[in-house]
């Protein structure tokens, strides 16, 4: 009976044992694992900021402080342009700038494009009034990011709102929708950099 107990024992302490390496390894490789996914995503992130970088860098902004009809593209991804005009207002965001305005659609998709001329001291006033909206908002969801000099801002009040002040020029790309329309954005850049 001794040797049966003393067999369960020497089981439960190699059962121990086991246990004792078999958990911080697989400690490690959950955070390796994790890591990795980190890593990633991060990699991701920089790909995508470089993008960015470049696709301003190479835009061509208009010549003139009223843009004119021939700015705004007449296929920007998948989206196709239904109205533009002057009336470069936003009530919701304390804008009451002149500039100009396009909208387009997509099936239920609408997306209204502005651009402004716009200094440096202008744009940040201007990102100053979105924020000061942003922050007093209560209830419903509300985020924002600033990274330089875009802005985005989603909330259950102001709907999805991009900033984007390049060469002097303040583009904002608002939407209802709640898909991100980052890609949109990125479209919108290109098409109206390529040569006419």
Same mark, same amino acid.
């Given at each position: ?7 369960? !024992? ?18 490690? $490789? ?6 990795? #996914? ?12 470089? *993008? ?16 004119? @009809?021939?700015?705004?593209?007449? %296929?920007?991804? *998948?989206?196709?342009? %239904?109205?533009?005009?002057? #009336? ?7 804008? @009451?700038?002149? !500039? ?6 997509? !099936? #239920? ?5 502005? =651009? ?9 006033? $201007?990102?100053?009034?979105? #924020?000061? =909206? ?9 985020? &924002?990011?600033? %990274? ?14 991009? =900033?984007?002040?390049? &060469? ?16 949109? %954005?990125?479209?919108? $850049? *290109? ?6």
């Amino acid at each position: 009976m001794q040797q049966k107990s003393s067999s369960v !024992g020497c089981w439960i302490a190699g059962c121990g044992c086991a246990a004792f390496v078999a958990i911080p390894s697989l400690i490690v $490789l959950a955070t390796l694992w994790v890591g990795l #996914d980190v890593f990633q995503w991060g990699m991701v992130q920089v790909e995508q900021e470089r *993008q960015r970088f470049e696709m301003a860098a190479n835009w061509q902004p208009p010549n003139e402080s009223i843009v004119g @009809d021939d700015f705004f593209p007449r %296929i920007v991804g *998948q989206y196709e342009l %239904i109205a533009h005009d002057t #009336d470069a207002q936003i009530p919701a965001l304390n804008f @009451d700038l002149e !500039g100009n305005h396009a909208t387009y659609q997509s !099936g #239920d998709s609408q997306i209204d494009v502005y =651009l402004y001329a716009a200094t440096e001291l202008e744009k940040e006033a $201007l990102f100053g009034r979105v #924020d000061h =909206l942003h922050e007093n908002q209560t209830g419903g969801f509300n985020v &924002k990011t600033q %990274i330089g000099d875009r802005l985005y801002v989603s909330s259950t009040h102001l709907k999805q709102n991009y =900033l984007w002040w390049i &060469k002097g020029w303040l583009l904002c790309v608002r939407t209802h929708d709640v898909e991100d329309r980052t890609p949109f %954005i990125m479209h919108f $850049l *290109q098409a109206t950099s390529e040569a006419p």
